[in-house]
C-alpha cells in the first residue's frame, strides 16, 4: 500500500464516519446502524477533514500514472468540498432529490430488503431519526440567525417529503415477525414518525413565513454547483445556446421516429397510442419483474466479448420492484459483494396493466451497459484504484450520469432499439428531458431571456411558471406533480440537471477524438475498458484523460 492510497482509504473510514448516509449510499459497510449528524459542530467536522486531506493529497508522494489520475481525481473533490464549505453552500440547503431529510430516507430504505432485512441495524436507524432532525433544525436556525433561509418552494417540499416518509416507516415492522423485536420496531416507528411531524411543522410554521419567494442564485453559486456535479466550469451561456440546439435535434428526430410508427400523425398522438397499445403492455408486477430480468440478462449476454468485458460478477442484475414511488434506480454493489446490483422499477400495483415501450432505454441506462457496468466494474477494480476512487461515483454526477445516458445512445448505434416505438421511448424518457433540463437549469438561475426563434415566450425571462409551461409543451410531461418537483429539483440544486447531458457530451466528444487520434486503430471495446478502469471523476478529468496520446494501443 503506497501513501496515496493509504491517506484515500483512510479518508473513506472518516467519511464514512461522519456521514453515513453517505456511506450508505457509497457501499462502505460499518455505519449501518447510524444515521448522518447534520448538526452545525458535524458540518464543520467533515468541513475540517476535507482541508486536512487536501493538504495531505498535495504532500503525498505520486507513484506513477495510475497515482497521478488517483492524486488528481481525490484532489479535485477535496478542493471542491472546501469551496462548498467557505462558501458556506449546505447552510440552508433543503433540496427535493437529495437533501438531509431525502438522505434520511434512503439511509432507512436501503436496509429495508424483505426478510433479509438487518432488523438490528434498522431499529438502530429508526431510533436516530429524532436526533438527526433536531441537528438539522440547529444548523438551518443557526443560517436563519446568519440572515439565510432556504427558499421558500424547498422548506415547503420538505415538509410534504417527511409527512410522505411517515406512511413507508409505518409498514417496515410488519415484516419482522412477532415478538419483542416487532414491538421495538413498533415504538422506534412512532418515535420517528412524530418527529418527522415535528420537524414538519417546525418547517411550514417557523421557517416558511420568513423564507425568501426568489428561487434564483445567480451565476457565481451556480458555477459553484457546476463545479460539484460535473468537475469543470462552463460558459453558461453558450452552454445554454446548446441546450436549446440539442433540444430541437432530438424533437427532429422524435418526429420522424414517430412517423416510422403512424406516419402523419403528430408525436403527442403517437405518445398516447403507445401507451395504450396492447402490444407494449404488462399485467401485473410479477410478470413486469421477470420481464425487466429477461431484458438486463439479454442486454448482458449479447454485449459481454464484443464491445465490453462483463466480469462474471457483474453478469447477473438484481431488478425489483420498489416498495415506493420515484424514477427507477440502479444501487451499486457494496464493496464486498454482499449487496448486488439492483435496479428498483418504481412501484406498480399487482394487477396493472404497465407500458413497456419506455422501458428498454431505462434499463440500459441503469443496467448493462449503464450503471451497472460501469459502477461495478468501478467496485471490482481493486488493482489500479483506490477505495476513494471505487466507492466516489456518488460524488461524481457528471461521470455517473453522463455514462448512463451515452450508454442509451450507445445501444441505439449498436442497432439495440430495431422496433421504432422502443426508439421513440429511449428519446423521449431519456434524451429530451434531459436536454430540457439544460435549458431551464441555467435560465432558472441567471433568469436568462427566452432565445429569439424559438417560438416559445421569446424574449421574456424564466421563471417557475414559465418553466412549467415549457416542460408541458416541449416534453409533454404530466401530471402537475412531477412537472413541479422537476422545478423544485432544479431550483434547489443548481447545477445537478445538467449532469446527464453535458455528461454524455464529454463522453461523445472524447470517444470522437480518440477514435481520430487513434484511425484504422480505434477499437471502441478497448476504449470502453480503458474509460471504465479510470473510475470516476470530473468531466474535465475525464476528457483529458481520454484524449490522452498515450493511452492509444
Known amino acids: ?28 459497510a460499518g455505519q449501518e446502524e447510524r444515521l448522518t449528524d447534520f448538526g452545525p459542530q458535524a458540518t464543520w467536522e467533515r468541513a475540517e477533514l476535507a482541508r486536512r486531506t487536501a493538504k495531505a493529497v498535495e504532500a503525498a508522494p505520486v507513484e506513477g500514472d495510475a497515482e497521478r489520475v488517483a492524486a488528481a481525481v481525490l484532489g479535485e473533490r477535496l478542493d471542491t468540498e472546501v469551496a462548498l464549505a467557505d462558501a458556506d453552500a449546505y447552510a440552508t440547503l433543503l433540496d427535493t432529490l437529495d437533501g438531509p431529510v431525502q438522505r434520511i430516507r434512503q439511509a ?34 443557526a443560517a436563519r440567525r446568519g440572515g439565510r433561509v432556504a427558499p421558500y418552494r424547498q422548506v415547503v417540499r420538505n415538509a410534504r417529503d417527511c409527512r410522505d416518509t411517515r406512511p413507508y416507516l409505518a409498514g417496515l415492522p410488519a415484516g419482522s415477525g412477532d415478538g419483542v423485536l416487532r414491538g421495538a420496531l413498533e415504538q422506534a416507528v412512532a418515535d420517528a414518525n412524530r418527529a418527522l411531524t415535528w420537524f414538519a411543522g417546525y418547517l411550514t410554521e417557523e421557517l416558511a413565513p420568513v423564507a425568501p419567494e426568489t428561487d434564483a442564485l445567480g451565476e457565481d453559486r451556480y458555477q459553484l454547483g457546476v463545479r460539484e456535479f460535473l468537475g469543470l466550469r462552463l460558459d453558461l451561456r453558450e452552454t445554454y445556446a446548446w441546450g436549446w440546439e440539442e433540444l430541437s435535434r432530438i424533437q427532429r428526430d422524435m418526429a420522424e421516429t414517430a412517423a ?21 403492455q404488462i399485467k401485473g408486477a410479477a410478470a413486469f419483474r421477470d420481464w425487466l430480468q429477461e431484458l438486463a440478462d439479454g442486454a448482458v449476454a449479447a454485449l459481454d466479448g464484443t464491445h465490453f468485458a462483463v466480469p462474471e460478477a457483474l453478469r447477473r442484475i438484481d431488478c425489483r420492484i420498489s416498495p415506493s414511488e420515484g424514477p427507477a434506480v440502479y444501487l451499486a454493489p457494496s464493496e464486498d459483494l454482499s449487496r448486488p446490483g439492483t435496479i428498483w422499477w418504481t412501484r406498480t400495483a399487482p394487477d396493472a396493466l404497465i407500458p413497456t415501450w419506455t422501458v428498454p432505454g431505462t434499463m440500459f441506462h441503469e443496467g448493462v451497459p449503464g450503471h451497472h457496468l460501469q459502477l461495478g466494474t468501478t467496485t471490482l477494480n481493486t488493482t489500479t484504484l483506490n477505495r476513494f476512487q471505487r466507492l466516489a461515483c456518488e460524488l461524481h454526477p457528471g461521470h455517473c450520469e453522463g455514462w448512463g445516458l451515452y450508454a442509451e445512445r450507445l445501444m441505439d448505434e ?21 436536454a430540457a433540463r439544460i435549458v431551464l437549469d441555467i435560465g432558472l438561475h441567471l433568469r436568462l431571456p427566452v432565445p ?10 424564466w421563471t417557475p411558471e414559465l418553466g412549467r409551461a415549457f416542460l408541458v409543451e416541449h416534453c409533454g410531461l404530466g401530471p402537475a406533480g412531477f412537472i413541479d418537483f422537476e422545478i423544485d429539483r432544479y431550483l434547489g440544486r443548481p447545477g445537478q440537471a445538467l449532469a446527464y447531458k453535458l455528461g454524455e457530451k464529454v463522453w461523445l466528444e472524447s470517444r470522437d477524438e480518440a477514435r481520430r487520434r487513434d484511425g484504422t486503430g480505434f477499437d471502441l471495446k478497448r476504449f470502453h475498458q480503458q474509460a471504465l478502469d479510470l473510475g470516476p471523476m470530473g468531466l474535465g478529468l475525464l476528457r483529458a484523460e481520454l484524449t490522452r496520446a498515450d493511452r492509444a494501443g
Open 1 to 28: 500500500m503506497t501513501a496515496l492510497s493509504d491517506l484515500a482509504d483512510r479518508y473513506v473510514e472518516e467519511l464514512a464516519g461522519l456521514d453515513p448516509c453517505l456511506a450508505s449510499a457509497m457501499g462502505v
Open 108 to 141: 432507512v430504505g436501503l436496509l429495508d430488503q424483505g426478510s433479509e432485512t438487518p432488523w438490528d441495524a434498522l431499529l438502530a436507524r429508526l431510533r436516530a431519526v429524532p436526533d438527526t432532525l433536531a441537528g438539522l433544525r440547529e444548523s438551518l436556525e
Open 260 to 280: 416510422r410508427i403512424a406516419p402523419g400523425e403528430p408525436v403527442p398522438a403517437v405518445l398516447a397510442a403507445l401507451d395504450k397499445d396492447l402490444r407494449y
Open 414 to 434: 449498436l442497432g439495440h432499439f430495431a422496433d421504432p416505438a422502443h426508439r421513440l421511448g429511449m428519446l423521449a424518457t431519456g434524451q429530451l428531458l434531459r
Open 452 to 461: 429569439a426563434g424559438t417560438g416559445f415566450y421569446e424574449g421574456e425571462r
